[in-house]
């Protein structure tokens, strides 16, 4: 609390224009993202509305975070928003590569399963499980950590939200969330297609994606989005030569039909669809540590981007749904609602040792269906006291085979002989939750919000082995009141101060790959936290927050020693505070600068009774451990990183030329409870160059990540086999022509 209380003391006295007697009401201005810079020319959906930028002035976006449009510079909640041109212009082209322009988050990737992790709260993507960091698209909860692996298609902004986001959103936002947002149907025609074409280690890249939108009468309006994404096989395969490894194939369409009867009501009705195939999920060995040393005839790398298995890796992925969003205006009242079904299919396999040696494979094939409705109603006119308050209900089924091939318990060299297990997972889950949240003006420039959510949740789970039940089913119910409470300080009128407590939970989880009828406990997450926002200058944006969680039985997942199964358990408590530092310079008109900084403190506080592993002598597998860890540091959670960007465009009497640089760079990263396997330190630079002719019916652009090549490990697998993972893609040089009409 001292931390928190001397950082805002000290950032209060920079110096701001005088004191505000009234503050602006939220959401009258136009505006646009700070670091929407660049956007494509001729492409309306890069930023939201323009603000009076003249002068090298800084703008700003208007977000959802509190479930109404503000602008991101009032809210009393760390946010950072990014447009879609931002994303593309900086190279993150999919949900896991936010962690390159978003500070305290880690996109990790275990197979085909997304791990956000955001100020070292998140989960490790087990069967039954859901992630402590939720998802959404257009405000639609997504619960499925393997088919929210994607890429990013006609995006209008990302937002993502640190800290619990227990009040407003509700389960599973223990440490955050990030919000995907896609653009409305537009009733003015308009559109763009882009083709793209690269080349990573001799192979091939395409990228074909386009976009259209326009009305169909004076209240009907509809729009398409889609992408088609062909990557070759890029990895070296030492056992037949040449290049085998790491294609996928990725399809995604999504269509909205936009019906506005009057200005007093609408409804939006989407669909969507998108299906990933091929070998994304080749897991290479890390630091050759693998049990199939003992064996003659292995092949083990010499380099990075090179495999050698005897199970070809797979992953193949189908997702689709359907929502229907309403909006009506009543009075002084707006009621908004969104009901949503959806349905996703992954069948994964990966080699268990990552040699030519036949030392087990791994297979998942489950479905997910899911339904959810939610209802808000809001204040809609202006005044001292601003509410919300609505309900949602979610339910879903999970099912499949975990067929997992092990090999029997034989000294090497001798090879041993496999046998099959076939678990048959069966999780279903409903939960109930009633929520509202009110801001009411104290004074002029002081403003105090407070809210409260409460959630009732029932989990029922079923597992069988080999066809034979282990048990009936299993029902637990979980019912807890989250809150938060904050207050904002506007003390100037381009800056402010707010302090915010709030709590979050994730109810506890059955893993859908083991053999216990007993469910984790719950965790639980108290967080305090403080920060200003502030323009000291119109060509200086600055917004520090600072934080410190109260962490307790967190789920953290790891390998069973015998079954190579993942496990999960709870820590009973974690250490962790911090701070993030965003900068935005516009020195020029043609030029912007952003700069992001976190720094965490993340260490296990009680953690006696960890299942790890320490790596055995010459690199031959690894030793199961039961070790005491409390004061380790946490999985996934760096201590500091660093985002720089710069981007700079000039109109000529021939076009307009255009540049991005783009730098992150990440501190260690321990990707295990006994801090033995981990990520040394790295960096990844990419960049871009665009000349768009006069007419803006073209954009011409030529980009390059990875530029240093740097080898980065997605995340790692450490079991008794040994340790691999996967890579990030090695340097890639790529053009891209857009036609916009």
């Given amino acids: 609390m001292e931390r928190l209380v001397s950082i805002a003391v000290l950032c209060a006295s920079v110096s701001f224009p005088a004191m505000a007697q009234t503050v602006p009401p939220v959401g009258t201005s136009s505006t646009v993202d700070a670091e ?44 950072t928003a990014i447009t879609g041109g931002a994303l593309e212009s900086s190279g993150v082209l999919d949900t896991r590569q936010l962690t390159q322009v978003v500070p ?160 007093s009501a609408q409804f939006v009705l989407t669909g969507d669809y998108a299906k990933r195939d091929g070998g994304s999920n080749a897991n290479q060995i890390y630091q050759n540590n693998t049990v199939a040393r003992s064996y003659p005839g292995v092949i083990l790398p010499t380099g990075p981007w090179q495999a050698a298995y005897n199970y070809d890796p ?49 297979q998942v094939d489950t479905r997910q269906r899911t339904f959810s409705q939610e209802v808000r109603v809001l204040s809609d006119t202006p005044g001292p006291f601003q509410w919300l308050a609505g309900a ?50 104290l004074t002029s420039t002081l403003f105090l919000t407070a809210g409260g959510r409460y959630t009732t949740e029932v989990r029922k789970f079923e597992q069988a082995t080999n066809g034979v039940p282990l048990f009936p089913q299993q029902r637990s119910r979980f019912d807890k009141f989250t809150y938060r409470g904050a ?53 200086l944006r600055t917004n520090l927050s600072v934080f410190h969680y109260d962490y307790k039985d967190l789920q953290v997942s790891a390998r069973d020693p015998i079954t190579n199964l993942v496990l999960l358990q709870n820590a009973a408590t974690a250490k962790i505070y911090g701070g993030e530092l ?3 310079l516009v020195p020029m008109h043609d030029l912007n600068l952003t700069g992001k900084f976190s720094y965490l403190h993340g260490e296990y506080g009680e953690f006696p009774l960890a299942q790890g592993f320490t790596p055995n002598p010459n690199g031959v597998g690894n030793t199961a451990v039961i070790a005491d860890v409390s004061g380790n540091r946490i999985v996934l959670a760096p201590r500091t990183a660093v985002n720089l960007a710069a981007d700079w465009s000039h109109a000529y009497a021939m076009g307009r030329i255009g540049a991005r640089l783009n730098f992150y760079h990440s501190d260690r990263i321990y990707y295990d409870f006994t801090n033995n396997f981990s990520q040394k330190p790295y960096s990844l630079l990419n ?35 040994g340790t691999d993972g996967i890579l990030e893609k090695p340097r890639e040089l790529k053009g891209t022509i857009r036609f916009n009409f």
């Fill in 36 to 79: 929407a810079a660049a956007p494509a020319p001729g492409d309306p959906d890069a930023m939201t509305a323009v603000a009076d930028q003249d002068n090298n002035g800084i703008g700003d976006i208007v977000v959802t975070a509190t479930r109404r449009e503000e602008r991101l510079q009032k809210i009393p909640v760390t946010v």
């Fill in 104 to 263: 305290g988050l880690v996109g990790s990737r275990n197979a085909g399963v997304n791990q956000p992790v955001i100020r070292g709260v998140g989960s490790g993507g087990v069967v039954g499980d859901e992630s402590s960091i939720a998802t959404y698209i257009d405000g639609v909860y997504q619960p499925d950590p393997w088919t929210t692996n994607l890429d990013l298609v006609e995006i209008q902004r990302v937002e993502v939200l640190r800290g619990p986001q227990g009040t407003l959103f509700g389960r599973n936002a223990t440490g955050g969330l990030i919000n995907i947002i896609t653009p409305d149907p537009s009733f003015d025609f308009r559109g763009h297609v882009a083709a793209t074409a690269g080349v990573l280690r001799g192979a091939g890249d395409y990228d074909l994606r386009g976009y259209m939108t326009g009305g169909l009468s004076d209240k009907f309006a509809m729009d398409f989005a889609g992408l088609y994404k062909k990557t070759d096989n890029y990895i070296t395969d030492l056992v037949h030569g040449g290049k085998r490894y790491g294609e996928d194939e990725y399809y995604s369409l999504r269509s909205k039909l936009l019906f506005r009867p009057s200005d």
């Fill in 314 to 362: 797979q992953l193949n992925l189908e997702r689709f749904g359907i929502t229907l969003q309403s909006r009506l205006d009543i009075g002084a009242i707006r009621v908004e609602t969104a009901s949503s079904y959806q349905n996703g299919e992954i069948y994964q396999q990966q080699d268990r040792d990552s040699t030519n040696i036949n030392l087990g494979l791994g």
């Fill in 392 to 441: 949602y209900y979610y339910t879903s089924h999970l099912d499949g085979i975990v067929p997992t091939t092990t090999p029997a318990k034989v000294p090497p060299p001798t090879l041993p002989t496999l046998s099959t297990t076939t678990t048959s997972p069966d999780v279903r889950v409903s939960s109930l939750a009633g929520f509202a949240e009110g801001t009411y003006s």
């Fill in 487 to 539: 207050l904002r300080w506007q003390f100037a009128p381009d800056a402010n101060i707010y302090l915010n407590y709030g709590t979050g939970f994730k109810s506890g989880v059955y893993n859908g790959v083991g053999t216990s009828p007993t469910p984790t406990r719950p965790e639980n997450l108290t967080s305090i936290e403080g920060g200003i926002k502030a323009d000291p200058a119109r060509w």
């Fill in 582 to 584: 965003e900068l935005t």
């Fill in 687 to 721: 960049g871009q160059i665009s000349f768009t002719p006069p007419d803006e019916k073209f954009v011409f652009t030529l980009a390059m990540t990875n530029i240093t090549n740097t080898v980065v490990f997605q995340s790692l697998r450490v079991s008794p086999n």
